[in-house]
C-alpha cells in the first residue's frame, strides 16, 4: 500500500487549466482516469488527508504509486481525451458499465450484393443497418415474419443462398411468398435492394406514406374487380399493422429521443435506455457496474452517456433504429456543468443535441417507466448476486472477520421458532453450503416436552435435539464416546430422548414452496453426510456446522450456546440475527455485532434468516391445518382415510355413526366386524365436545355444523400469520 505524498506532485507544478490525469500503480498499469475543470483543484483534492476522502477514494490513491496529465483547450476535448483513455487502458477503479446479457437487433446487411435481415449481437459492422436493440431475439424474429410478407427480403445464410443458386430450387421461404428468391434470379440485384431499402425505411419509422400508398393500391385493385389482388394487399396492410402494434406510440409529437433512468445503493447502479423513434420505442437495453469510484447521479449518468455514444456518428433520425446521436437525450440528473457534454454530444450528433431533465407531461411519464425498469434490474441484478462464486465467497469472508472465526465457514445452520399464539409450536432448521441453500438438508420439528410458548426453552430443545444426533453418528462410527462428556441426553433432564422430528421426517417431503427437499438425493448425489454402511443411505446429522444462526436476539442466542455446551461442543459458533435494526448478537458480549448495510455478509445471513422463517411457517401452516381437519375417527386405529369417508357418507355425519350399532357399521362397505366393534368403542369413550355458540346470533351450532365449517376451512387454507421471534 503507497503513501499518497510519496507521490505528490511538488506545489506549482499541477496547471490550473483543463484537462485529463491518470493514476497509475506500481507495475505502470493505469488504474484510474479523470477529467477536470481545473487540474490543479480536482489533482489537489487526491492529496488531502486520507482520513476525510471516500473509502473507494482511499483505496485508489494508496494503491496508486504515480499521477500524471494531460493540458487541452477546452472541457470537450477532455471529455473526448477521458472516453478514449477509458476505453483504451480500462482502468480498475472507473465506472464501467457492462451489459447484463448481450442485446439483439434487427440488422440489415447493406453491405452485400444482395442484402440479409437477420438478428444480430455484439459490436456494429460498417454498412450494416441496426434496427433495436431489443429484449429477446424472439422479439425481432416474430416482427420480421410479419413483414416478411410485404417485403420479401432474403434472410437465409450464404451456405444455404449458394447451394439454392447451384441446384436452382429456392428454399422453403421462397415457395411460401416470404422471400423473393434472389438466388434463382426471380428477382434483380436493383430490385432486391430497393425492397430492403424498403424494409429499412418502414423499420426506421417512415410507415405513414408507405401503408397510404399500399391502401390505395388495394382500392385500385378493387375498383378494377382485381379481387384476388385486393385481398392479398388487404392481408399485407393487417400484417404491418400488427407489426406496428408491437411498438405503440409513447410521444405523440412524433420525438426521436433516448431516455436514461439509473437505479443504484451504495454498491451498485443498473442503466435502462430506452430508444424512442418517432414517438415509438424502437429498442432497450440495460447496464449495471459496482460503484467503484466514489461518484453521485449526476455522474452515473455522465459515464453511462459516453458509454452509449462514445461510437456513434450521425442523426438517429437518419441511421434508423437506435444508432446514431438522437435530438434530445432526457436524463434524471445533469452533470455540473452540463454544457460541455451537451456539446459533445451535438459534435457527435452534427447538429445540437438537447440534454435535459423532463419536467411534465408525456415525457416525464415515460422517464417514470423507465426509472421503474431500472430498479427491476438492480433487484433481478441483486438476487442472481448468490450464484456468483466470488460474491458468497467475499460474504463468507466478511462473516468470518465480523465474528472472529478462524475460517469462513461454509456451513451455515438457521433455526426459527414458530407458533400461532403458543399453539401448534414447531422449528425449522434451514442449511447454506458454501452461501447457497441446501434443500435436501432442511429439517422440521415439533416441540415436545413442554406445552405453551415459550421461544427461548424451545430454542433449547431443538439445539439439543439435533446435536445428540450429531453425537449418535459420531459414536457409530466411533469417533465419539459417550463417556468423554456427559450430556443432557441423560435421563432426567427434561428433554425426550429420542430422533428429531427432521430426523424422522423423510427428506423428499415439499417446502411451502413446492421445492423437494430430497432433489438432490433423488438424482443420486449423497447428501447429509457420511454414507451409512448398513442401510446405503446418507446419514442425515453426521455433518456440523461451523456456525448456527438463530432468529433472534441475547436470549435465543444463549440457549442455543447452552445447549451445545452441555453437549460437551465447543467448535460450533453461535450467532443471532435481530430483526429489528439487523443486530448480530454473539454469546456473552452485551453489545451486538454491527455490519453494515452494503455488507455481502449481513445480506447472506438475512437469506439465511429469512429463509429459515419461511420454512417454520409454512410447517406451523400445515399442521394448524391438520388439526383443523382432525376428529373423532382419527384416533381409531387401522381406520384409514378412504373408510373414514366412506362412513361419514353412509351415515351422514358423526352425531349419526355415534348413535349407529355395530351392526349397522357392518353394513358400510369394507368396514369389517372387528373394525366396526373397534370405531363404536372409540366413539363411545370420546366425550362429545361442548357446544359452541355462534357469537352473531346466539345459536347452538350443532357438532355437524363445527365438523363441515373445520373442513371448509382448512380446505381454503389458514388465514394467519404465524409468529415467530
Request: neutral net charge; contains cysteine; hydrophobic residues 35%.
Amino acid at each position: 500500500m503507497a503513501d499518497p505524498s510519496s507521490y505528490r506532485p511538488k506545489p506549482g507544478q499541477i496547471p490550473d487549466s483543463p484537462g485529463v490525469y491518470k493514476f497509475r500503480d506500481e507495475h505502470g498499469r493505469v488504474i484510474y482516469v479523470g477529467k477536470a475543470k481545473s487540474l490543479r483543484q480536482r489533482l489537489s483534492s487526491y492529496f488531502q488527508d486520507i482520513t476525510n476522502l471516500h473509502q473507494r477514494t482511499a483505496t485508489m490513491v494508496t494503491t496508486a504509486a504515480a499521477v500524471e496529465w494531460t493540458v487541452v483547450s477546452t472541457e470537450v476535448e477532455a471529455l473526448q481525451l477521458e472516453y478514449s483513455w477509458i476505453k483504451e487502458f480500462d482502468p480498475r477503479f472507473n465506472v464501467k458499465y457492462r451489459d447484463d446479457k448481450s442485446y439483439p437487433s434487427l440488422a440489415v446487411t447493406m453491405n452485400e450484393e444482395f442484402p440479409r435481415v437477420q438478428v444480430m449481437r455484439g459490436p456494429k459492422r460498417r454498412g450494416v443497418r441496426y434496427f433495436g436493440p431489443y429484449a429477446h431475439a424472439w422479439a425481432i424474429r416474430e416482427t420480421v415474419d410479419l413483414l416478411l410478407r410485404v417485403f420479401p427480403v432474403r434472410t437465409c445464410s450464404a451456405g444455404v443462398f449458394k447451394r439454392s443458386a447451384q441446384i436452382g430450387r429456392p428454399c422453403l421461404l421462397g415457395y411460401i411468398g416470404k422471400c423473393s428468391a434472389p438466388c434463382v434470379g426471380r428477382i434483380s440485384e436493383a430490385d432486391h435492394r430497393e425492397l430492403a431499402e424498403e424494409f429499412c425505411d418502414f423499420m426506421a419509422g417512415h410507415t405513414g406514406t408507405y401503408l397510404r400508398r399500399l391502401e390505395q393500391r388495394m382500392k385500385d385493385a378493387a375498383s378494377e374487380m382485381e379481387y384476388e389482388q385486393a385481398a392479398r394487399l388487404r392481408d399485407d396492410l393487417e400484417a404491418l399493422r400488427r407489426a406496428m402494434e408491437k411498438n405503440a406510440v409513447v410521444l405523440a409529437d412524433a420525438t426521436d429521443a433516448d431516455l436514461i433512468a439509473v437505479a443504484e445503493d451504495e454498491l451498485e447502479a443498473a442503466v435502462q435506455i430506452f430508444h424512442v423513434r418517432g414517438g415509438r420505442v424502437r429498442g432497450q437495453r440495460g447496464w449495471v457496474t459496482d460503484r467503484v469510484e466514489a461518484v453521485d447521479t449526476a455522474g452515473l449518468v455522465e459515464h453511462a452517456i459516453q458509454q452509449l455514444y462514445g461510437d456513434e456518428q450521425g442523426d438517429a433520425a437518419q441511421s434508423g433504429g437506435s444508432g446514431g446521436v438522437p435530438k434530445e437525450v432526457l436524463v434524471p440528473a445533469l452533470p455540473s456543468p452540463a454544457e460541455p457534454l451537451a456539446l459533445w454530444l451535438s459534435d457527435r450528433r452534427g447538429s445540437q443535441v438537447s440534454l435535459r431533465v423532463p419536467q411534465r407531461g408525456d415525457k416525464k411519464d415515460l422517464m417514470a417507466t423507465v426509472q421503474r425498469n431500472a430498479q427491476q434490474a438492480l433487484a433481478l441484478h441483486k438476487t442472481r448476486r448468490a450464484s456468483d462464486l466470488t460474491t458468497r465467497s467475499r460474504a463468507l469472508e466478511e462473516i468470518a472477520t465480523a465474528l472472529d472465526l478462524d475460517t469462513a465457514p461454509l456451513r451455515i445452520e438457521c433455526y426459527d421458532i414458530s407458533h400461532l399464539q403458543g399453539d401448534d409450536v414447531v422449528a425449522s432448521m434451514v442449511v447454506f453450503e458454501d452461501g447457497l441453500a441446501r434443500k435436501s438438508e432442511y429439517r422440521r420439528f415439533q416441540i415436545k416436552s413442554f406445552a405453551g410458548q415459550d421461544d427461548v426453552r424451545s430454542m433449547h430443545e431443538v439445539i439439543s435435539r439435533r446435536f445428540r444426533r450429531y453425537l449418535l453418528e459420531k459414536q457409530k462410527t466411533g469417533e465419539w464416546e459417550p463417556d468423554q462428556q456427559r450430556t443432557a441426553a441423560e435421563p432426567g433432564n427434561g428433554v425426550h430422548d429420542q430422533a428429531p422430528e427432521g430426523a424422522r421426517h423423510d427428506a423428499r417431503h415439499d417446502t411451502e414452496d413446492g421445492s423437494p427437499h430430497g432433489a438432490d438425493e433423488a438424482a443420486g448425489e449423497p447428501v447429509g453426510g457420511p454414507i451409512d454402511p448398513d442401510t446405503g443411505r446418507p446419514r442425515k446429522f453426521a455433518y456440523p456446522p461451523q456456525l448456527v444462526v438463530v432468529d433472534g436476539g441475547q436470549p435465543q442466542v444463549a440457549a442455543a450456546r447452552r445447549a451445545l455446551d452441555e453437549l460437551g461442543i465447543a467448535d460450533v459458533f453461535v450467532c443471532g440475527l435481530a430483526k429489528r435494526l439487523e443486530e448480530v448478537w454473539v454469546p456473552g458480549d452485551d453489545d451486538p455485532v454491527i455490519l453494515p448495510r452494503s455488507s455481502e455478509g449481513l445480506y447472506l445471513l438475512q437469506r439465511v434468516r429469512d429463509e429459515a422463517h419461511r420454512f417454520a411457517i409454512g410447517y406451523q401452516r400445515s399442521k394448524r391445518s391438520k388439526s383443523m381437519k382432525s376428529g373423532a375417527l382419527d384416533a381409531v386405529p387401522g381406520l384409514g382415510e378412504t373408510r373414514r369417508q366412506a362412513l361419514l357418507k353412509h351415515f351422514g355425519s358423526l352425531k349419526r355413526l355415534r348413535a349407529a350399532t355395530v351392526e349397522e357399521i357392518c353394513e358400510v362397505q369394507g368396514i369389517g366386524r372387528r373394525t366396526a366393534e373397534t370405531v363404536a368403542a372409540a366413539l363411545a369413550s370420546a366425550a362429545p365436545a361442548a357446544p359452541a355458540v355462534n357469537t352473531a346470533t346466539g345459536e347452538i351450532i350443532e357438532e355437524d355444523d363445527r365438523t363441515a365449517a373445520g373442513t371448509a376451512q382448512a380446505a381454503a387454507g389458514p388465514q394467519h400469520r404465524g409468529k415467530s421471534t
